[in-house]
């Protein structure tokens, strides 16, 4: 009958997996469902003849019999990012130890689409969500609270939303942009771009804006935006909003925001990058202009890689735990997929700012 199937390209069915075992439908259900009591004789014997016959369970109707898919849904906003790959990569390995499968999706920062990759992840049964939310507010989180209502737990990783009850595990991104920005100052500059900053119609022109702004994007986004702020604070340097980007979130966005402070009359000696494609975007407006760092222009940026270190020169970078994110991220979902009830909290991992030779004395 199995080569008949085999044949016809149809799988083989649990009622032949149990006649080929000896044994009766409910055992081998059990057995391949990994739910109920069997025989150590009795589950070896099935899935012998499982992987004889070449059957693979039906983890969808399976997850429907016993509440358990036994799947992580993990959604952030580009899976080509290296930041969130490494998040990724730790979530998938810490889960794969507990037997977990990890389904994941990209939403391009679309609060739209993260909400149709959640309810996605609802109708798969997952029994919990990783996510990096691209909401700002409580308010935008209804389908986040529609997971939590169905008890499946979620976990925040890289982002915090204020008044979500919600476990979330971060940086601190203020302390760690604060920090990058006062080694530029101890070098010298006073003068010095922010790229990557709040996405607006047009430019910012007082402090009391640029607070708003920071507290009306992400809040990844906002807390670096504060911390330079911090920092220029610290160092006695009046915040000039010319110096901060206001374009798209993009790599081209961010060329274009370089290029405008490059060309400005009084432009920055420095320029301190918040992700990866800014630091790209940067470089390639430095560039068009036949500008050298760090002979014309000093760069520190966020989200070490290792094709930071080996550029000519290489650049002074903040190195994220972007595999450890993962790791604790995927820790604190298992707790609570094991039944931890304590109050949600946030974790929050260390940074490391990585001095090379894209700085120099101003």
């Known amino acids: 009958m199995a080569v008949e199937r085999a044949q016809r390209g149809s799988p083989p069915t649990i009622s032949e997996v149990a006649k080929e075992a000896g044994v009766g439908r409910a055992t081998a259900a059990r057995t391949l469902g990994d739910y109920g009591y069997v025989s150590a004789e009795l589950r070896e014997r099935v899935l012998a003849a499982a992987e004889k016959l070449g059957y693979r369970a039906n983890s969808l109707a399976r997850s429907m019999s016993t509440g358990v898919s036994h ?3 993990v959604i952030v906003a580009d899976i080509a990012n290296p930041f969130f790959a490494g998040v990724i990569g730790g979530i998938a390995t810490t889960s794969r130890v507990r037997g977990f499968d990890t389904l994941v999706l990209s939403t391009g ?22 996510i990096a939310s691209a909401a700002v507010t409580a308010a935008q989180t209804e ?23 919600t476990d979330a595990v971060v940086i601190d991104n203020r302390e760690a942009a604060r920090g990058a ?23 910012v022109t007082t402090r009391r804006e640029l607070e708003a702004a920071a507290a009306a994007t992400l809040w990844t986004d906002g807390e670096r935006l504060r911390g330079y702020l911090d920092a220029l604070d610290d160092g006695g340097i009046v915040v000039d909003p010319a110096l901060i980007s206001v374009e798209e979130k993009t790599e081209d966005g961010a060329r274009r925001s370089a290029r405008a402070m490059l060309s400005s009359p009084n432009p920055p000696t420095a320029i301190f990058t918040t992700e990866t494609d800014a630091m790209i975007g940067t470089i390639r407006a430095m560039r068009e202009l036949s500008l050298e760092f760090p002979g014309d222009v000093s760069l520190v940026g966020f989200d070490d890689t290792s094709w930071a270190a080996i550029m000519d020169p290489p650049l002074t970078m903040v190195e994220q735990p972007m595999t450890q994110l993962g790791v604790v991220a995927a820790e ?23 001095e090379r030779a894209s700085v120099r004395k101003s």
């Open 71 to 73: 799947t992580f849904g």
């Open 109 to 130: 920062e679309s609060l739209e689409l993260e909400r149709d990759a959640v309810g996605l992840l609802i109708d798969k049964r997952v029994d919990g969500i990783i």
């Open 143 to 165: 389908h986040i609270r529609d997971a939590q209502q169905r008890d499946i737990p979620v976990v925040l990783v890289d982002r915090i939303i204020e008044h979500l009850p």
């Open 181 to 203: 920005v006062r080694l530029l100052l101890e070098a010298g500059h006073e003068r010095i771009g922010f790229v990557w900053g709040p996405e607006l119609a047009q430019p």
């Open 332 to 354: 604190r979902l298992l707790a609570r997929i094991d039944g931890d009830t304590e109050p949600a909290r946030v974790l929050t991992l260390s940074t490391r700012l990585i």
